[in-house]
Each structure stands twice: as C-alpha cells, then as structure tokens.
C-alpha cells in the first residue's frame, strides 16, 4: 500500500498551560517495498509523528491517506492491521504465560481460525529467529529474545507496513544485527518498513529513503545519499569519511553503505 | 501527567502553603476532632467563615476549591434528604401522606451537611497547600515517636516517597502499553462491564510485571547506594518549626473553641 | 567542569582484585562466572566487553556486594563486599544501565542525596558535596525538577551526581549508555571523561568506541575471562572479535579493512586525513 502523511500537525493539551505543538506539518509518502528511515534528535517529533500511521494519535491538522482514502474512513482494526506499529521498548508490554499466547494475540483479534492463529505464531516466530522461544515464559527471557517476541506479535498480523521505532535501543550487537537483517528481508517480501532510528550508521545500512526531522517539521528528505551528502556533519561515519575526500577525489562519489564505502575506498588506494 | 495533578496540591505562594506541613496536620486532626465536638449550628457556621478565609488567605480560586467538594455532594444530598424526610421535630411545615418535612428536619439536615462539608473542606485545604512529598515529610515526622513501640515511620515515608516518584512514571507506562495493544487490535470500549474488565488484562499484567521489575532494579539501586533502613540515617530536607507555625495551631484551637462555646 | 576534590585519588596496591572467583544464579545449570581473576591498579581505566550472558554483569554485581561469590576471592579497597558491603560501597559506586530505575526521590537534589543521607553525613556538608556533584555533570539549575521531565542523558547524568556525591575513588560503568540515544550517549561520556584522571574506572559496554582511550579490555564469554588486551591490539585482532560477537564501530571497522592501526584512527576526519596520505604518498611512488 501506499501510506501518505499530509501535512500532519499535532497539538498536545490544547488549550491548557501544557499545551505543546510537536508536528508543525510534516508530509511523507511510504511507497510499497520500501525502507523508510526517520531520523532526528529527543523533540524532533518522530515518536508522535508514526503513531499517525495507524491513527493511534488523530492528527490536529491534516490528513492521513492509505492508497489516497482517508484513513479515518477505514475500520480502526482495518487499519492497525494493515499499518503494524511496534513501540520503543516493545517487551514492556509482553503479558502472556508463553510466547506463543503473546504472539497469537493480534492474530486472535482478527477472528482467524486457530489453525490461521497457530500458523502465523509460527512464521512470525521463525521469522525473528525466535522460533524455539514459543513455548517459554515471555518474562524470563532475556532482553534481545523479549524484544524478537515482541516484534513477531505485531509482525503476525502480516502488516503491509511495519513501523519500528527504535527497534535495536538498548541490544547487543549480535542481536541488532539480526534484526537489521530481517528488515532487509521484509522488504524483499514486499513489506514496507517505516525505521525510526538515532543510529545514523544503521540507518545507512537499510534505508531506501531518509526522512528527517527538527522540531516538528522536515528538515530535508530524500534518498540517504541526498540527505547525509547534503548534511556530512550529522550523517554516518561512512558518508562522513567519503565527503571529507571527495573534495581532491571526485570519483568516491557517493557511498553510503559500508559495503560499498569499502570498495569506493579500496579502488582509491589502488588495492 | 504531573505530580501537581496528583491530589489536589495548588502550587502557589501563600502564608498557608509556607507553613510546616507537620503544623497543617495536627491543625487538621483537631479540626476534625473539634468539629464533632460543636454542636449548635451557630459555631459551625462561624468555623466555616473562618475557614474561608483560610482558603482565601492561600489564594486558591474559589472555583478550584469547591471543585474539591463535588465528589462529596451526593452524600450530603442524601443526608440532608434523609433527616428531611425522617425527623420528627419543630413545626411541622408540610405533609403529604406519610412523609413530613418540619423545621426540625430542615435544620439538623442543614447541621449535619455543613459538618460533612467542613471535614471535607479541611482535608481539601490541607492537600491543596501542602505538597505531597511535604505530606510525607510530616507525616514521617509526626510517626517517628512510634519507632520505639516499633512501628516502621520510616519504611512507611520511604514509600510514600518512593510512590510519589514512580506514579507519574507509571502512569507515563501505563498509556504505552495501552498504545502499543491498541496497534495490536485490542479494544478497550467495547462491551459490557465484564468484558471491559478483561481486556484490561493485556494493560495490568505487563503494567504489574514491570512495577516488580522496577522495584528490583530500585532496591538493588539503593543498596548500592548504601541504603540498610533507617538506622543511622541523616536527612536532606529539612522541617522547622518556627513561631507561625505553633500561632497557627494556637489559632486553630481557638477558633474550636469558640465554635464550641456557641 | 568541576574536578570533585585531589584527596580522591587512590593509592595502595590493587583497587579491585578477583582471584578465581565463581558464581552460578540458583537453579541454573552453568555457572555465571568461572574461575574469574582479574587485578584493577588504582587510576586505572578499563572497559569489559562480551556477548550478553557472558557474566559482566554478573562481575559487576559481586564488586559491590549485590551478589556473594560462591568461591574465590574478591577485594575492594581491601575490604571483602560479601561480609563489608556497606563499606565497599563507600569506595565503590555502581553506574546501571537503565537510567529510569536507579533514581529514588520526587526531586533531583534529593535523589543526588540519597547515598550522602545513608552515610549518615551531617546537613550542611551535605548541602556542599550535592551542589559540588550536580555541578560536577553540568546540572546546575535542575535541583527541583521531578525525574519524568528529564530526557535520558539528563537522568544518567543524575545517577553519575548521585555516584560522586559520595566521592567513591572506583567507578563501575554497567552499560551505561546502552538506553540512551545518541545525544544522550555523548552527555554522559562527556562527563565521565572527565573523572577519568580522578577515579579507578571499570566501563562495561557493547559500544566499542567507548574503550578506545582505555588502558586495557577484559573480554568474559561464557563466564571466562578469555581475553585482556591492550586497546590496539584488541581492535587489530579480527578473530578475537569474531569470536566473542563483538562488533567495531564503523571508522576502526572501515581501517582495519584498509590495513591501519585501527585503534590509532577513531574519527572519520582521522581516517580521511591517513587515506590521503598514504593514496598521496602511493602515487608518488607510483
């Protein structure tokens, strides 16, 4: 699907001394298949503005398109089914005896058959390569096997867009690893993933479009070699390393994964 | 969500907010004593003018503080409908059938409403004009003579602070995962009581779960930082007593007094 | 930024020594940390690195006498913190990870009290040693703010006040920044850089980046202590890091590719300017 932001604004307690303007008309567009990254700093508004996505949050001004209709149109289960959105810190919210139970949760909301249910516990468990964990307690996991349990909960509605804010706060490598990798392979399935992320190098790795924002608005967007190329001194080490010599070496061009920022590098040397 | 939400504490700057909370305390267990202890309309009547000067005094919008009140005010009604209907005294004013409405009636219903009305009231300016971890404070205090019979004053004030730091917290937490299993499908509002109340479940058990983790994290956290109870404890905050706080207690007593004598 | 008294710096023989200590968590099956020895010289400054459940937090925890060891010795500023832990933790303060559950009172001064209260200091001193500390971490101005207005860092940062109120000479680091986005991360090592000169520091982390101006690298796995080694040496040894999961940061990751001393370049202005003179230098000779 294509999701649209249309110049989103969201007030927080209008009209009281708390009131707190956190999206000044922010606009984007997901297309389908596609790694979306948002970035910005702490009040930058990236939290408030994916949880329009699925309308969890009711936009004070604008609008929020899926396929060009209105969202507010479509049934709210409808719509959260379609538009996953995983918190930050997801595994506070695990709550069933096994894993298995956790993760059928949204399945089971959707009237689906048990065998259905049981079948999409399954591959979304094996999908974060939790599969052995199905059977255990949520609660005596460890943190990198609570937050696959978590993110195989939301990922088991098989959402056309998945949206993951801060997936890899707060994990060991190893694990945050594997999960860049599944978001890699999402997309290959044709699933678009929406990244919010403060971690420039990872978002490098990912992202097919970078979003980012300043106090509530858009700062610039555009593919990551646009937006880090445009900005070298708040991008990833590998697009910082490559503009500091693109100035007497043109021909670095504009490398942002590291893969590829190894090699521009290497054919620099000769090597 | 902030702690000044919490209770009713109206963060201003007045003589009444400046005094020891341990003083607002004591003045407001004797009031309460006190007001059971007046029994002619006239001396309620006279407490109650000077306890609103009190509210004024701690400039509290009077619309803030009678909001205060509302919670209370099917109870009074009832009271008051209760001896209306069920006295038997004084001139009888108007009959229909069975039930009789006399003066009697009117004017107990009118005491005993205001008396209602004026424990609520202190209890309302004490929480208003004091803030919470204040309360604690004095209430620590006040409790620590009952150490020697045992009693844990401090164990007791360390979780009221404890709470104090944690609700908003909480509450911060509880709202997440509300969020996050609205997005998985749940819905809260739909249904009868019974079925409300269990799809809370997806909300209370990581809500619970989290607090004893949190909890762990703390304790461990505090230990480390040296903490084994009260004992041998010196304190940060300070309370003192000075000259306007024991005028004001003398005040208060006085006025019962009066009340009492009216 | 404020240096927190001279009298802190430590001296004597061994800050903190282990000497084959053990421990297993009741009911589990393999031990959290097995024959574990390891020596801290005062003034040093070392980081601990390895996969999760690897036992570093487990070693944390018996440094400061949360967990007894079941065999072996462990002592800090010569005290035992299996049978002294309320004196070991006047010299030793614990940094945890999660900055949200470490911090105890309704407003920041009081919380940055908390330990002083505990010791039993008089009022007055300890109105000096908490102004001192949230001076110490840039906090001036904060004193009565509630906690769930502070942003991560900010909260971090409170926990560190609250450490160095008590003025312990060894700092143990739990993943201190491992919760916090990168604006926070660089808050907090910015001030504990600066206490570095000052104090024993023990800095366990997944952010490699952390160590790079450490004075040595313990690496736990599976409850052994399977490695220590110099910063360049650890950050050359591609098998030392594959082994233990460890992951480089990008710049040290993209010069070890290239074939330089990845300890030696950590920004990426280093790299660039190292690129330049050996691709300069190259086409001379070429």
């Known amino acids: 699907m294509k999701l649209e932001l249309r110049d989103i604004r969201h007030v927080y307690a209008p009209s009281t001394p708390f009131e707190v303007e956190a999206l000044r008309g922010v606009s984007l567009v997901v297309e389908p298949g596609e790694v979306l990254a948002i970035i910005g700093g702490t009040g930058s508004g990236k939290s408030t503005l994916v949880q329009h996505m699925n309308l969890l949050l009711v936009p ?4 929020v398109l899926v396929d060009g209709v209105d969202a507010r149109s479509l049934k709210q289960s409808e719509l959260r089914r379609r538009v996953g959105l995983v918190f930050q810190f997801p595994e506070s919210a ?11 949760f949204a399945p089971r909301q959707l009237a689906l058959s048990e065998a259905e249910v049981r079948e999409r516990v399954l591959e979304s ?14 609660f005596a996991l460890s943190g990198g096997e609570k937050r696959r349990a978590a993110i195989a909960g939301v990922l088991a509605m098989r959402p056309e867009v998945l949206v993951l804010d ?24 044709g699933v678009s993933v929406v990244l919010v992320s403060h971690d420039l190098d990872e978002v490098a790795e990912v992202a097919d479009k970078v979003c980012a924002l300043h106090e509530g608005r858009v700062r610039t967007a555009g593919t990551p070699a646009e937006v880090f190329y445009g900005d070298p001194a708040q991008a990833p080490a590998t697009v910082q390393v490559a503009s500091l010599l ?3 070496r043109p021909e670095i061009d504009n490398p942002v994964r590291f893969g590829e920022t190894l090699d521009a590098l290497r054919a620099l040397q000769g090597i | 969500m902030t702690s000044r939400t919490l209770g009713q504490f109206y963060p201003v700057s007045s003589p009444v907010h400046a005094l020891d909370p341990r003083a607002k305390l004591l003045a407001t267990a004797v009031f309460v004593v006190g007001l059971f202890l007046i029994d002619s309309t006239v001396g309620l009547l006279f407490v109650a003018a000077v306890l609103a000067a009190l509210v004024a005094v701690s400039r509290i919008p009077a619309g803030t503080f009678l909001r205060l009140l509302r919670p209370v005010m099917f109870i009074v009604a009832l009271t008051v409908l209760f001896q209306i209907l069920f006295a038997r005294e004084g001139v009888t004013l108007f009959q229909w059938g069975f039930l009789e409405v006399n003066s009697g009636g009117l004017r107990l219903g009118f005491f005993l409403a205001l008396r209602i009305l004026l424990l609520v009231s202190s209890a309302g300016l004490l929480t208003a004009t004091t803030a919470p971890v204040a309360l604690a404070d004095g209430i620590e205090d006040l409790l620590s003579p009952l150490k020697r019979v045992w009693f844990p004053a401090h164990e007791v004030a360390m979780m009221m602070t404890i709470a104090l730091r944690f609700i908003p917290t909480l509450g911060e937490e509880a709202e997440k995962i509300k969020g996050a299993q609205s997005a998985r499908g749940a819905d809260f509002s739909r249904g009868g009581p019974l079925r409300r109340a269990r799809s809370l479940v997806p909300v209370l058990v990581p809500l619970t779960v989290g607090a004893f983790r949190r909890a762990d994290e703390l304790a461990d956290a505090m230990e480390s930082r040296g903490y084994r109870g009260g004992e041998g404890r010196t304190r940060y905050r300070e309370l003192r007593f000075r000259k306007k706080d024991a005028l004001a207690l003398a005040v208060t007593l006085l006025v019962l007094l009066v009340g009492i004598l009216l | 930024m404020e240096n927190l008294g001279e009298g802190t710096r430590p001296c004597g023989s061994f800050a903190v020594s282990c000497e084959r200590v053990s421990f297993s968590y009741p009911g589990s099956g393999r031990p959290a940390l097995s024959e574990v020895s390891l020596d801290l010289r005062p003034g040093e400054y070392v980081g601990v690195v390895g996969p999760n459940g690897g036992g570093k937090s487990t070693l944390v925890r018996l440094l400061n006498g949360l967990l007894r060891a079941d065999s072996g010795r462990v002592r800090v500023s010569d005290h035992d913190p299996a049978t002294e832990p309320f004196e070991v933790r006047k010299h030793l303060g ?4 999660n900055p949200e559950n470490g911090l105890v009172a309704p407003f920041i001064e009081d919380d940055v009290a908390f330990g002083l209260e505990n010791l039993g200091v008089p009022r007055e001193e300890m109105r000096d040693r908490v102004a001192r500390a949230i001076r110490a971490v840039g906090l001036e101005g904060y004193e009565r703010r509630e906690p769930y207005t502070l942003s991560g860092g900010e ?9 160095l109120a008590v003025e312990p000479e060894i700092l143990v680091l739990d993943e201190p920044t491992s919760m916090l986005d990168a604006a926070g991360r660089r808050e907090v ?3 504990l850089q600066v206490l570095r000169s000052e104090k024993t520091v023990l800095h366990v982390t997944h952010h490699l980046e952390e160590l790079l101006d450490s004075d040595r690298i313990l690496v736990l796995n599976g409850g052994e202590l399977v490695a220590d080694e110099t910063p360049e040496r650890f950050f050359s040894n591609a098998d030392l890091l594959r082994e233990n999961r460890l992951v480089l940061p990008v710049v040290p990751r993209l010069a070890l590719e290239l074939g330089f001393p990845p300890a030696k370049l950590r920004t990426a202005e280093e790299l660039a300017e190292a690129i330049l003179a050996r691709t300069q230098s190259g086409t001379r000779a070429g």
Not at chain 1, 60 to 63: A, C, D, K, L, Q
Not at chain 1, 94 to 104: G, I, K, R, S, Y
Not at chain 1, 125 to 138: D, K, M, N, V
Request: proline residues 6%; negative net charge; hydrophobic residues 45%.
């Open chain 1, 60 to 63: 004070t001004g604008g609008e």
């Open chain 1, 94 to 104: 695990l709550f069933a005896p096994t894993v298995e139970e956790d993760v059928a």
């Open chain 1, 125 to 138: 468990l094996r999908a974060l390569g939790a599969g052995e964990l199905a059977a255990r307690s949520p």
């Open chain 1, 166 to 189: 801060e997936p890899t706060a707060g994990l060991d490598p190893a694990t945050r690893e594997n999960l860049l990798a599944l978001i890699l392979g999402l997309r290959e399935a």
């Open chain 1, 246 to 248: 693109r100035g007497s």
């Open chain 3, 94 to 97: 614990l940094l945890f990870q």
């Open chain 3, 155 to 163: 909260k971090q940062r409170v926990a560190l006040a609250g450490l």
């Open chain 3, 189 to 191: 090592l910015e001030y």
